[in-house]
């Protein structure tokens, strides 16, 4: 089976600029989260979806971060307008029914 | 809240060198125990997980951990280490009071960063 797939694979944006990011789970999988990674720090829950609906969304930074899962398939994670400090690595997981998550080859967002 | 600690951020071995990398939770109820892996340009990968039963679970590539839940840890451990086990290595948590089908977020300890020389 496919595995998890995010798009792009980097992006470098000016502060101030907005920038889209996208995942496309494992067919089937229910349940998305995003998480991300900032300067070697630890890897941080941002949201978590259930099929189209936000089923906790408690480490999302700011209200310039929104995500959206439209049809239950795949998330867009817009950050708009994009800070300095939002640079990282932005990951995308999925799972099944269970606790195992599957996780994407992130992507790579440098703010300038 | 609940947070995991890992106690290297940085290990180099040599090849054949047994590795044990801590990894210590903090959360009052039952958990699910895992170890990603993310080797030099790719993807997390799951190397073994602990939901229940025998403590002690083998994972991919000869890696197996230990959960003792008395000292809320799940230490990751390797008898003979190889080059291609240079990588990353990331203990993580779910609370297993998740719905079944609902999931929940995984907290992640800092990461060890494994160099294994030739």
């Known amino acids: 089976e496919a595995g998890v797939t995010q798009f792009p694979s980097h992006s470098v944006i000016e502060k101030g600029q907005t920038v889209t990011l996208r995942c496309d789970p494992i067919s089937g999988h229910d349940n998305l989260y995003w998480y991300r990674r900032v300067m070697g720090k630890e890897i941080k829950f941002l949201l978590h979806f259930v099929k189209e609906s936000k089923q906790d969304e408690s480490g999302m930074p700011n209200n310039r971060f929104l995500a959206e899962r439209t049809g239950g398939t795949y998330s867009t994670l817009k950050v708009q307008p994009a800070e300095l400090e939002d640079s990282g690595v932005y990951f995308c997981?999925?799972?099944?029914?269970?606790?195992?998550?599957?996780f994407g080859p992130g992507t790579r967002l440098t703010v300038t | 809240a609940q947070s995991v600690s890992q106690h290297n951020h940085h290990v180099i071995l040599s090849e054949a060198a047994s590795l044990e990398l801590g990894c210590n939770y903090s959360?009052?109820?039952?958990?699910?125990l895992f170890w990603y892996v993310q080797y030099p340009g790719q993807h997390l990968q799951l190397l073994l997980k602990?939901?229940?039963?025998?403590?002690l679970v083998k994972g991919i590539k000869g890696f197996e951990a230990e959960f003792i839940k008395s000292k809320f840890s799940f230490n990751l451990r390797k008898p003979s280490v190889q080059w291609s086990d240079t990588a990353e290595y990331f203990c993580?948590?779910?609370?297993?009071?998740?719905?079944?089908?609902?999931?929940?977020?995984?907290?992640f300890g800092q990461g060890t960063e494994l160099s294994v020389k030739p």
């Open positions: 959360y009052g109820g039952t958990v699910n």
């Open positions: 602990y939901f229940s039963g025998d403590p």
């Open positions: 993580a948590v779910i609370s297993s009071s998740s719905h079944y089908n609902q999931g929940g977020k995984l907290i």
């Open positions: 997981a999925s799972a099944g029914r269970g606790n195992e998550q599957y």
